[in-house]
Structure formats: C-alpha cells, structure tokens
C-alpha cells in the first residue's frame, strides 16, 4: 500500500523530485538533473542553489511550462512565473497548490542568523496529484505549523545541519501523520544516505526510502 502511494514520485538526488500524474509532469526543486521529461509544472521552494538551479530549470521548461517560486526564486529565473508567499494557495495546470511555511528553528550559519529565517517567506508546497495529497517540506525545522498539514506523503529533510536531523523528522512525521514518509536532502553530498535509515527507524509512520534516479 506504502509502495502504491509513492509510485508516481521519482527521487532525483536531494531535495528534487518529478511527481507524474492527472496527465501533468511536475518538478520540485529540480538540481543536477541528468534528464527527462519536459514539465508541465516546476515548483521552486526558494533561492538557495541546490534548489533553485535556472540551468535546471532550463533543462525541462518548455513553451508552456508554468513555474510556481518564492518570491526570492523567481528573482533568479526569467520569463513567467507564479510568485507565492506562505499561506497562498493557486490553481495551477488544474493542480492546487498550497505554498506553506520552511523555515530554521535551531539550525543557524551565526548566532541567531537561521539559514532559512522565517522572514525569507521560503515555502514547502502541499499539493494534490493522482489523487494523493502531498507535502514537499522544503528547508526546514520541525515547525508548529506542521500542526495543520494533512496529507498522504510527505518528503521530509532528514539531513541536519541546515535542515531537521532524522530524529527532528521522525517528530515532525509523528505530528503530520501522513500515510507515508519519504526522505530527502540527502544523497547529493548534503547528507548522507546513512541518515534516511536513521529516518526510517525513528519514524512512527511508515517510510519509503525511495531510490535516487
């Protein structure tokens, strides 16, 4: 069943992801793609380079690609794009998107400088695709405002440092519920690979470690 739910997500390295479905290819963060099918919908959680790539991006837009960023994504891309802040929600390719809080809690480059500060407005995504509700964490602590977040996957960092540790993301898992949790930044040097196993036995909920394409 666990299995089942993931089917239509493909892991590319980190925190990118190509989630196929109601006809729509759709990208998350995509960074150091090797590659594959044009997207019909890209979404950019914010500006820092292992998310926001424009020669990825680049890579799998086409004429009618629509691209959905924060606002501090958008300013590094061209042509158009739907800029989002936490708490928006669009319709997007028939896709509602709900663009939600990522930010540090605990993880700082400087004392009390978070390397994701809540006043940056970066955002995870909450989106439904296939018939499945899913939840794209982005950069982030484990937040009170995950509280609220109900859906059937959620793609949760697992790595630390810049990001929840795999004991944070276990906690953060037991407060979302999801029917199933998935792993990310990690596996593209941010991380190791040893951390989703870490994930995986902490969880209360069942975990898919999906395999980096």
């Avoid at 697992?158 to 004991?167: E, I």
Wanted: charged share 20%; proline share 7%; aromatic share 6%.
């Amino acid at each position: 069943m666990t299995d089942k739910l993931v089917s239509n997500i493909h892991w590319l390295g980190h925190s990118s992801f190509r989630i196929e479905g109601d006809g729509l290819v759709i990208y998350i963060d995509p960074w150091q793609l090797k590659d594959g099918p044009q997207a019909d919908l890209i979404l950019i959680s914010h500006d820092h380079q292992d998310h926001c790539s424009p020669d990825d991006v680049a890579k799998i837009r086409g004429a009618d690609t629509a691209v959905v960023a924060n606002k501090s994504a958008a300013a590094k891309l061209t042509g158009s794009i739907e800029v989002v802040a936490p708490g928006d929600e669009v319709m997007v390719k028939g896709v509602a998107i709900s663009a939600v809080p990522a930010y540090n809690i605990n993880k700082f480059r400087s004392p009390g400088q978070p390397f994701h500060p809540q006043a940056a407005e970066h955002v995870g995504f909450v989106l439904t695709v296939g018939g499945r509700r899913i939840y794209f964490a982005g950069d982030t602590d484990h937040i009170p405002e995950m509280k609220d977040i109900k859906v059937d996957v959620a793609l949760l960092p697992v790595s630390g440092t810049y990001v929840m540790t795999a004991v944070e993301a276990a906690e953060a898992a037991a407060t979302i519920q999801p029917q199933v949790a998935v792993p990310m930044h990690i596996g593209r040097g941010i991380g190791s690979l040893d951390e989703a196993e870490t994930f995986k036995q902490k969880a209360p909920v069942p975990v898919v470690v999906l395999a980096m394409e």
